[in-house]
């Protein structure tokens, strides 16, 4: 049972390149999120999923995109990176969004924008 | 949206019992309370989740106050395993999970 899993691990992007980040999980999950994580700092939220072919807005949305054409998968696209986009981005899913609920994440993806 | 307060970090000494503590005063009725780790290099790991009473499972222990102003996540036995930042979350107004800094647990062996 792999759990989520992120491709790529490491990244290394030049400002204004772009680039999708793949999620996917084999539980079955109903929700799916995509987090960024800067040095020192708790997780942020990006973009989440509440089911095939639905997404919506986290706390920090701008300069990214997000599709759930399948169940299993959630995927992040940076369409012109920036160095403030440098961080760890990690995928987490979840059987429902309701309070009694539990994240399973991934083990990251670590992109640097130069 | 209501917000928790962590210390920045705690230390300890392995096969003691840790207590970490969160405040959350803007907590509402029907909140729960997550708590989730993170080990280094890793993604956060679920620990346990708490509504009104205190919770016990595998990992954890939560204590919860009486008003839910406050809680404590106990670890029993610590061992060097457990150094990993440990978060106290609730959620926002649309049903997602606020993170903070964490607190950062050292064990001294």
């Known amino acids: 049972n792999a759990g989520v899993t992120q491709t790529p691990k490491f990244r290394v992007l030049k400002t204004g390149q772009s680039m999708t980040l793949l999620c996917a999980q084999d539980?079955?999950?109903?929700?799916m999120y995509w987090y960024r994580q800067d040095p020192g700092m708790g997780l942020r939220l990006i973009h989440y999923?509440?089911?095939?072919?639905?997404?919506a807005k986290g706390e920090v949305p701008d300069g990214y995109n997000v599709s759930r054409l399948k169940k299993q998968n959630f995927l992040l696209g940076l369409e012109s990176a920036a160095p403030s986009q440098t961080s760890v981005y990690f995928c987490?899913?979840?059987?429902?969004?309701?309070?009694?609920?539990?994240?399973?994440f991934g083990p990251g993806t670590r992109l640097t924008v130069t | 949206d209501a917000k928790t307060t962590q210390p920045n970090s705690m230390e300890s000494n392995e096969e003691e019992p840790v207590h970490l503590p969160c405040n959350h005063s803007?907590?509402?009725?029907?909140?729960?309370i997550h708590w989730y780790r993170q080990l280094p290099s890793q993604g956060p790991e679920y620990v346990i989740h708490?509504?009104?009473?205190?919770v016990n499972n595998r990992m954890a222990s939560l204590a919860i106050a009486e008003d839910r102003k406050s809680s404590t996540l106990i670890l029993h036995r610590a061992t060097l395993r457990d150094a990993a930042v440990y978060y106290c979350?609730?959620?926002?107004?649309?049903?997602?999970?606020?993170w903070g800094a964490g607190t950062k647990l050292i064990i001294k062996p």
């Open positions: 987490a899913s979840s059987r429902t969004s309701g309070q009694a609920y539990e994240q399973y």
């Open positions: 539980m079955n999950h109903e929700y």
């Open positions: 999923s509440v089911g095939e072919g639905t997404t």
């Open positions: 803007t907590i509402s009725g029907t909140d729960y």
């Open positions: 708490g509504l009104t009473s205190n």
């Open positions: 979350i609730l959620r926002d107004s649309n049903y997602q999970l606020i």
